[in-house]
């Protein structure tokens, strides 16, 4: 019956909520476009989590049903009167078909070079050789070490870069570990999770971070150090629950791996372009915005370089993990449609905020925030939030004992970076996901934990922060 049930739901659902009239639903003006967006994100959301498919499946038949659903070429059968109000906006189809190409899509593109590359020429092993050394053999350590060298990197690079290289560093270590061992999944799980938290410690470590100093201005202005004096704090505490939590649910049989790797750096020519190029890679992604190139053109340096060079050859390019990038595409489409049909809106909107007491806003506002930074990118959520909170913040005055506007905002930015129970919630989760070590209910778990666990932490660490500065 279980069986019939992961094929029922992500079917019947869906299609329930397509053919509902519209006069059902609880949002005000409603139109049909959003409706059907309402419909592919049910899809989405049950399939994601049931996985009757696999799921980068999901994710192409998302972008294959926004096309023909709501997008400006989708079948005539579904045009219906487009630009009138009850119908709605229509998407555009290269807009759509875009997200295979996203510039998130060429960021993957070029961990994935420096992950192949890395292995190819010993450098992961040597690597690995020298950063976990200090943290000693046994496996719990050894995870802290690889939490603690994420989390470091992701505070002024992306978190996805981060993962990316953190993941290669990884493989010989996997490979000591028996297939049955539980912890293989911790491992696996460990990087993602404290490079998405990692990120929370700096204003430039993730984008809604940077979004949310846009709107802290005036009275509420807090500096770059006055930031790190609470994130770096509310990660180390984080990180810790991070780490015994998944010690406690995937504990190693393992008393200890002897990572005893031998042999030194590889001295050929190509070996010297990868390490220079891994090295200059990297240090431009530190180094963010001051040489003027984002993350993404970043990624393509490595890509165009071992490709020019023959590092990477023809055979080197079927190993990229084609299935990860699909399933990104479909969660950057999912979250395009919720925006642009102007459904995500309409849905927080539709919430009467300032009827409610403020502790229920700061609360609602938060897992809001984390419910849907799970299914949108982390950017578009706070993009959507921030304003409707800013302005909130600043007309109700019930707040202003809890910290007003600044606090309202700072537990949003919080939640909205805690996103991390699926797949699709974040990059670093992708990446790790197709290391084939964890599974979607394993991170689902995992995310779910963390997430409400960092808000909780969030509004202590917020509290304190008003206390102290008032």
């Known amino acids: 019956m279980r069986q019939y049930l992961r094929y029922f739901f992500p079917i019947v659902i869906p299609l329930i909520v397509l053919f509902l009239p519209l006069s059902v639903f609880p949002f005000e003006g409603m139109t049909i476009i959003q409706q059907r967006v309402a ?25 294959c049903f926004e096309l023909l659903l709501i997008s400006d070429k989708s079948i005539v059968l579904f045009t219906g009167q487009q630009g009138s109000e009850v119908y709605g906006l229509v998407m555009n189809h290269a807009d759509i078909m875009a997200t295979f190409a996203n510039p998130i899509i060429m960021l993957f593109l070029g961990g994935f070079f420096l992950a192949i590359a890395a292995t190819k020429y010993r450098l992961d092993i040597n690597l690995a050789r020298v950063l976990l050394k200090p943290f000693g053999d046994q496996p719990k350590f050894m995870i802290l070490g690889l939490m603690l060298i994420s989390a470091m990197f992701s505070m002024f690079m992306s ?27 911790a491992f696996a799980l460990c990087i993602p999770l404290a490079a998405n938290i990692g990120g929370i410690g700096t204003p430039i470590g993730t984008p809604p971070n940077a979004i ?10 807090i500096s770059f150090g006055e930031w790190m004096a609470f994130g770096v704090p509310f990660v180390i505490l984080l ?33 010297f372009v990868v390490y220079i190029t891994f090295i200059v890679t990297i240090l431009l992604w530190l180094m963010g915005s001051t040489h003027g190139m984002n993350s993404y053109t970043v990624a393509m340096i490595p890509v165009t370089v071992f490709l020019i060079t023959g590092i990477i050859t023809k055979e080197d390019l079927k190993k990229i993990s084609w299935d990860v990038l699909w399933l990104v595409s479909g969660g950057i489409a999912l979250g395009l449609a919720l925006d642009k049909s102007g459904l995500a809106a309409l849905i927080v909107y539709s919430i009467p905020f300032g009827d409610f007491s403020p502790y229920v806003v700061l609360v609602g506002a938060a897992l809001l925030s984390l419910v849907m930074a799970n299914f949108m990118s982390n950017t578009a959520t706070a993009n959507l939030l921030m304003p409707i909170m800013a302005a909130l913040g ?64 969030s509004f202590a660490v917020v509290a304190i922060l008003n206390v102290i500065t008032n």
């Not at 419909?39 to 972008?63: D, G, K, Q, R």
Request: zero cysteines.
């Open 39 to 63: 419909a592919i994100f049910l899809f989405a959301a049950l399939s994601w989590v049931m996985e009757p498919i696999p799921i980068y499946a999901t994710s192409v038949a998302i972008i």
């Open 159 to 185: 978190n996805t870069a981060t993962t990316a290289m953190m993941l290669s560093i990884l493989a010989p270590v996997m490979v000591l570990l028996k297939p049955d061992d539980p912890s293989r999944t």
């Open 212 to 221: 949310a100093l846009k709107y802290l201005q005036g009275t509420s202005t």
């Open 239 to 271: 990180m810790a629950a991070a780490w015994l939590l998944i010690l406690a649910l995937f504990p190693a049989k393992q008393k200890s791996i002897s990572l005893d790797i031998q042999g030194q750096f590889l001295k050929t020519p190509q070996a």
């Open 394 to 457: 600043m007309t109700m005055t019930s707040l202003a004992p809890l910290g007003g506007q600044t606090t309202l905002i700072l537990v949003v930015t919080f939640a909205a970076s805690l996103g991390m129970a699926l797949p699709i919630s974040t990059p670093p989760n992708a990446l790790a996901h197709a290391t084939g070590h964890i599974q979607t209910n394993q991170m689902a778990k995992v995310g779910i934990i963390i997430g409400l666990l960092g808000v909780a932490l």
